[in-house]
């Protein structure tokens, strides 16, 4: 079935978009913005909103029509579907699961200093309501904050007997972030580690098929929630450790 975007009525196409350019706010600022959407196939464009935010750049919201549908079957690719619990619902399952805490070592790793993102899933406050990981009575969090060297993080991981290694990246200039991050797995093979831990990342520019690229268990993007990150990890902790006992189990 093919879609398009839903404005006032179903189908009518419209869809909302801002941008800036580099051209100072003048009077013709407008047609500009006007002339490089219908460049780009919108049609039927009005610019609602036209602001000048430096002496060269000017920021527009518009307004416009496309005709291009879709059809959201055609898209796949490599989702993280987690079965979302609640907060005593995480709790409850790896008491039940594992018998033991969770054990879980987060950072933002090398040159990466923002700890906004690791301090939303790991600090006891969490985000909007939503409680951080040090809040959950079964599991055992050790948040080491930013710019940790990867070398230091593997032997923390190793000390404390984690589960999970959660690892945070915001910075994304010229790539860096896939330098980290490929360096991070790179280590835990050669120590012949990697399959100890379920390595997680997040950060605004994260996918989980970008992560799994990299050769993550799971990445998590913007608007992730802590209860989201602890459902995945229960689940997968548990998994793999079943997983094991029956491979382990005499025939």
Not at 106 to 124: F, K, Q, R, W
Not at 217 to 231: E, H, K
Request: proline share 5%.
């Amino acid at each position: 079935m093919q879609v398009k975007p839903y404005g006032d009525t179903l189908d009518d196409g419209i869809v909302q978009l801002s941008f800036t350019l580099p051209i100072a706010c003048s009077a013709k600022a407008a047609d500009v913005g006007k002339r490089l959407l219908e460049g780009m196939g919108f049609h039927t464009v009005a610019i609602g909103e036209v602001k000048p935010i430096d002496p060269g750049f000017t920021f527009f919201v518009a307004y416009a029509r496309t005709d291009v549908t879709i059809d959201p079957d055609s898209v796949t690719g490599e989702y993280l579907d987690v079965e979302e619990m609640d907060f005593a619902g995480v709790n409850e399952a790896i008491a039940a699961r594992l018998g033991r805490p969770l054990v879980v070592v987060g950072a933002a790793i090398e040159s990466d200093a923002h700890t906004v993102g690791i301090d939303a899933i790991l600090n006891m406050k969490g985000i909007a309501g939503n409680y951080g990981l040090e809040r959950y009575p079964q599991v055992e969090t050790y948040n080491l904050g930013s710019q940790v060297p990867c070398e230091q993080l593997l032997r923390v991981a190793v000390e404390k007997g984690a589960d999970a290694i959660l690892v945070s990246q915001i910075v994304t200039q010229k790539n860096i972030h896939v330098q980290n991050l490929t360096k991070l797995v790179e280590l835990l093979e050669a120590e012949r580690l990697r399959e100890r831990f379920v390595l997680v990342v997040g950060g605004p520019r994260i996918s989980n098929a970008f992560a799994k690229e990299l050769g993550y268990d799971a990445g998590f993007g913007p608007r992730t929630t802590p209860v989201q990150v602890a459902s995945f990890l229960v689940e997968e902790v548990a998994r793999r450790r079943d997983e094991r006992r029956e491979t382990d189990a005499p025939v």
